[in-house]
C-alpha cells in the first residue's frame, strides 16, 4: 500500500512562502501521478496542482502563477511551492498519488487512489 506522508504547513502573513513536501514510500508501481488538493472548513476538496509521470502539470486558475508543483526524482518526495500566499488560501492541505501510463494526467478528487493525512496551511492578512 502506498503511503504518502505532508510536511511543510504552518502559519504565514499574507505575501508569504511556505513549502509543502510529500514523501511517499510502500510504492509498487514505476510510474504515478502525483496532486495536491487542500479543504477549507465547510468547503469540498479542491484540486490545486497535478504533475504527470513525465513532469506534465497543471494548475487551479486561483493559484496560477503563484504556485509550483515539482518532484525531487531522487528521493521519491513531491512539493508544492507556494508562493505570494493569500488568507483564501488557508486550508487543510493534501497530496494524492495514482498509477499512470506515461503521458498520462490526472485533475480531479477521484482521479487519485492514494492519500496523506493533510497538513494545516493558515495565511494571516
Known amino acids: 500500500q502506498v503511503q504518502l506522508v505532508e510536511s511543510g504547513g504552518g502559519s504565514v502573513q499574507a505575501g508569504g512562502s511556505l513549502r509543502l513536501s510529500c514523501t511517499v514510500s510502500k510504492y509498487t508501481y514505476s510510474r504515478y501521478c502525483m496532486g495536491w488538493f487542500r479543504q477549507a472548513p465547510g468547503k469540498e476538496r479542491e484540486g490545486v496542482a497535478s504533475i504527470s509521470s513525465d513532469g506534465i502539470t497543471d494548475y487551479a486558475d486561483s493559484v496560477k502563477g503563484r504556485f509550483t508543483i515539482s518532484q525531487d526524482n531522487g528521493k521519491n518526495i513531491w512539493y508544492l511551492q507556494m508562493n505570494s500566499l493569500k488568507p483564501e488560501d488557508t486550508a487543510m492541505y493534501y497530496c494524492?498519488?495514482?498509477?499512470?501510463?506515461?503521458?498520462?494526467?490526472?485533475w480531479g478528487r477521484g482521479a487519485f487512489n492514494y492519500w496523506g493525512q493533510g497538513t494545516q496551511v493558515t495565511v494571516s492578512s
Open positions: 494524492a498519488a495514482a498509477r499512470c501510463a506515461q503521458g498520462e494526467t490526472r
